[in-house]
C-alpha cells in the first residue's frame, strides 16, 4: 500500500465498519434506550415528556435519534456525525417515519455551529468519544453548547486503563482489542493530530479527561450491554 493511499483507504474501512456498528448498535436502542436506559437517568424521562433540545453526538444513520423523537414527539431531536452518507441515510428513514422533531447536521463534533451556546438540555453518545480524533475539543464543544443545568450520557467501553486490570476483566476482552487495533485507532489516528485513543482506554482516562474538562460524572454499568455510562452534569471550570 503507498503511503498516499491510506487516508482514503480508511475511511472506506470506515464507513463498511460503521455499516456493522450501526446494525448493532440499532439493537440496543430498539430495545434497551427508551425501555430501560432513560428511566434510570432521573428526571430525564419527564423532561423528554414535557421538550427539551437533545443532541445526538456521533449519530451515524440516527438510531438512537429516531428512537427519541418518535418516543418524545414535544422534544426537538438533533444528530451530529461527521460522514455525509450516514447523515443522507438518516435523514431519509426519518421522512419515511414522518419525524418532523428531528434534525440531521453533518459536522465535527469538534466544530459545532457557533450559534448553539447553551442551547441543549441533554446530549448522548454512544461509543463515540474515543474514535473521535480530538476528544477534548469535543468535551469542550459540548460544555458550550449545554445549558448550565443540562446533562450528558457518555457511553463507552466497560474497560480499564492498563492492561493487566482487564486480563480477567471478560472473556471477550481480546475482541476489543482486535477492533481497537483495526478501526477504532486507526479512525483518529487519519486526522492530523489525532490522539488514536482506542476502544479500550479504560474508565480510569474517561472519568479523568471528563474532570478535565468541566464535567463531574458518575458511573454506572448501562443496561442491557456491556457498556459503562457516565452520566455528567457541568461543574465549573
Not at 476528544?135 to 450528558?152: A, H, N, Q, S, W
Amino acid at each position: 500500500m503507498a503511503s498516499g493511499d491510506w487516508p482514503t483507504q480508511s475511511i472506506q474501512i470506515s464507513r463498511v465498519v460503521s455499516c456493522c456498528m450501526s446494525g448493532i448498535r440499532n439493537q440496543w436502542f430498539d430495545n434497551y434506550l427508551i425501555q430501560h436506559f432513560v428511566p434510570g437517568i432521573p428526571t430525564l424521562k419527564e423532561k423528554l415528556d414535557s421538550g427539551i433540545q437533545v443532541l445526538d453526538v456521533g449519530c451515524g444513520e440516527g438510531g438512537a435519534s429516531h428512537q427519541f423523537a418518535q418516543h418524545y414527539p414535544n422534544s426537538q431531536i438533533y444528530g451530529l456525525d461527521i460522514q455525509q452518507d450516514c447523515i443522507t441515510k438518516a435523514t431519509e428513514i426519518a421522512a419515511n417515519k414522518g419525524l418532523e422533531n428531528i434534525y440531521f447536521v453533518c459536522q465535527e463534533a469538534s466544530g459545532m455551529d457557533s450559534t448553539w451556546n447553551s442551547k441543549f438540555d441533554y446530549v448522548f453518545m454512544h461509543n463515540v468519544l474515543h474514535d473521535n480524533a480530538y476528544p477534548e475539543k469535543c468535551l469542550d464543544e459540548i460544555y458550550r453548547v449545554m445549558k448550565t443545568d443540562g446533562i450528558l450520557s457518555v457511553m463507552d467501553t466497560w474497560t480499564h486503563s492498563k492492561l493487566e486490570d482487564n486480563l480477567n476483566l471478560s472473556p471477550t476482552i481480546g475482541i476489543a482489542y482486535v477492533c481497537s487495533m483495526m478501526n477504532c485507532v486507526p479512525v483518529s489516528l487519519n486526522f492530523e493530530g489525532g490522539m488514536g485513543l482506542g476502544a479500550v482506554w479504560g474508565k480510569e482516562r474517561v472519568v479523568a479527561m471528563l474532570l478535565d474538562h468541566g464535567f463531574d460524572c458518575e458511573v454506572s454499568k448501562s443496561p442491557g450491554s456491556e457498556f459503562l455510562h457516565y452520566l455528567c452534569t457541568k461543574k465549573g471550570k
